[in-house]
């Protein structure tokens, strides 16, 4: 199949299981750490050193119980992912990764559209909020154009816990972004 063929591909959302954890890792992994993640435009690589996450990472959030993690599979292979968490009137997203072969394509957009579809449709919520850390303003900037805003409203980064990665300067925080969901054809929920 040419890469153009694949592309073209529909994207099957689903639940991620036990057997997905290692290459839900890999596929973190690649998307903002280290030298692969320099493909694609969401690296972390110029911030942050060590890993993003890990095996037992993935399993909190994999058996989160108020929370899903949905997997984004194109053609059999494992090409986005993203965790979604129930917290009363709104939903957290995080742990949001594309492979960054396919990043700039449209799969990022139809993962985020998709779990807000999701949240709103399955457990009402009436807010996506996310954490983003402030310097990465592109990836801010990304979000913007899709709806959410900058609250201004801050937490810290968890220095020298290296399951989050080892910082490559010290003024990281992250910021909190906020969507309000919307039913089609009738405005604000």
Known sequence: MHPTDHAALPLVFRDATAEDVDALVDLIQSAYRGDSSRSGWTTEADILDGQRTD???????LHHPSGRLLVA????????CCQLE??????????????PGLQ??????????????HVRVSWGATEMHMT????????IAWYERRGYRRTGRTSPFPYGDERFGRPRRDDLEFELLVKELTVPGVGPA
Do not use: K, Q
Not at 74 to 79: A, F, N, P, S
Not at 104 to 117: K, N, P
Not at 132 to 139: G, M
């Open 104 to 117: 700039g394509g449209g799969v990022g957009r139809a993962v985020l559209a998709e779990a807000e579809r």
């Open 55 to 61: 095996a037992a990472g993935v399993r909190e959030v």
């Open 86 to 99: 129930h917290r009363g009137d709104h939903a957290y997203f995080g742990m949001f990764a594309v492979r």
């Open 73 to 80: 599979e194109r053609d059999g292979l494992l090409v986005a």
């Open 132 to 139: 983003v850390i402030t310097v990465r303003e592109e990836l």
